[in-house]
């Protein structure tokens, strides 16, 4: 076994070198300035093409990804704090909050089986795609206890935190709206975890909120594809 690859199989390389995509990735936007150089895309991106020039397999790399992926969900405890400060935000807007997030989990389903129908794919396509709109850690739950691809599912929650995250500024400019609750939740309910990270840029109370939806979301998903997955994919 050569130094090269002893190195590359150490968790510290999967860990060190997703950090250091990032950092550039960040980089690449101050210097840019560009909403479509979003840093999960330019970071992806980065890694992916470490991993190809380097022809280092993805086995060696995910040794460190997979630390990652388990601070994933204790990670997302942390969104608990912007939304105790804001926590009069939960209180004075509670019914609209309700039903904001009870649309975005509605429009992200109907969508995602429509298009499937439509589309004519898989059944097993479309039950991991069910999954899109929300934060990993779910996602891949929901799609391991319905029998789904978890890859597909991954890759599905990946591109669609980074397209909202992209999408959502353009989208709230041109349809006026501006309410910081509104904007919250819907960059929550559509784009999960990235899309709460372009929510914190947008102001701390779009963050708290958009933090909130993330969980409740999760859970009304999870409840939903439990009766789907009695009548409809049984």
């Known amino acids: 076994m050569s130094a090269f690859h002893t190195l590359t199989s150490l968790p510290l390389f999967g860990i060190l070198l997703c950090l250091l995509a990032y950092v550039a990735a ?9 909403v479509a150089a979003n840093p999960f895309l330019i970071a992806a991106i980065l890694v992916v093409a470490v991993l190809l020039i380097f022809r280092i ?9 997979q630390f990652i992926n388990f601070f994933l969900s204790p990670i997302t405890v942390i969104l608990a704090v912007p939304l105790y400060k804001h926590r009069h935000l939960l209180n004075h807007y509670l019914k609209a909050i309700a039903a904001g997030i009870a649309a975005g989990v509605a429009a992200a ?9 439509l589309m004519g794919l898989d059944s097993v396509l479309e039950r991991s795609l069910v999954s899109k709109s929300i934060t990993t850690p779910i996602g ?5 206890s319905i029998e789904g691809v978890e890859g597909i599912t991954i890759l599905a ?7 909202g995250a992209i999408i959502a500024p353009v ?6 709206i501006r309410h910081p609750v509104a904007q919250g939740i819907g960059l929550g309910s559509a784009s999960h975890a990235i899309g709460t990270s372009k929510a914190i840029e947008m102001g701390e109370q779009q963050g708290a909120i958009s933090g909130l939806t ?8 999870v409840l939903v594809v439990l009766v789907l997955d009695v009548f409809l994919w049984d």
């Not at 960040?26 to 560009?34: D, L, Y």
């Not at 891949?140 to 391991?144: A, G, L, P």
Request: aromatic fraction near 12%.
């Open 26 to 34: 960040c980089r690449i936007r101050q210097a840019t300035g560009s």
């Open 171 to 176: 989208v709230f400019r041109y349809t006026g």
């Open 214 to 221: 993330i969980g409740i979301a999760g859970i009304t998903t």
């Open 140 to 144: 891949i739950e929901i799609t391991r």
């Open 109 to 117: 389903m109907i969508s995602v089986i429509g298009f499937s129908r």
């Open 157 to 163: 929650i990946i591109l669609s935190g980074i397209f």
């Open 57 to 65: 397999p993805y086995q060696d790399f995910n040794q460190g990804g």
